[in-house]
């Protein structure tokens, strides 16, 4: 297995541990890893395209994914309160 995938894998998981540590009740665990996931591949995207995102660690760029991470999950934190989970009170 590559050792970008295996970084890719735990950027997302230690995203979405911060997440929930930071906002438990707002996303659905689920929701948080598919969110991280999606940041990882939309941070590297980007970092691919501007030829920047900071230094690189073997095939990522950290902080593009962290930024990435970061931007996607307050969004849907955001956009996700608390009172719309349904069996929730």
Do not use: F
């Amino acid at each position: 297995m590559s050792p970008g995938i295996v970084l890719g894998v735990l950027l997302a998981l230690i995203g979405a541990q911060i997440t929930r540590l930071v906002w438990p009740r707002r996303l659905g665990y689920v929701a948080v890893l598919a969110l991280a996931a999606v940041g990882v591949v939309g941070g590297e995207l980007v970092a691919l395209e501007l030829h920047g995102g900071g230094p690189a660690l073997g095939p990522l760029h950290p902080l593009a994914d962290a930024a990435g991470i970061a931007l996607l999950e307050i969004a849907g934190a955001v956009l996700r309160s608390p009172r719309a989970r349904p069996g929730r009170p």
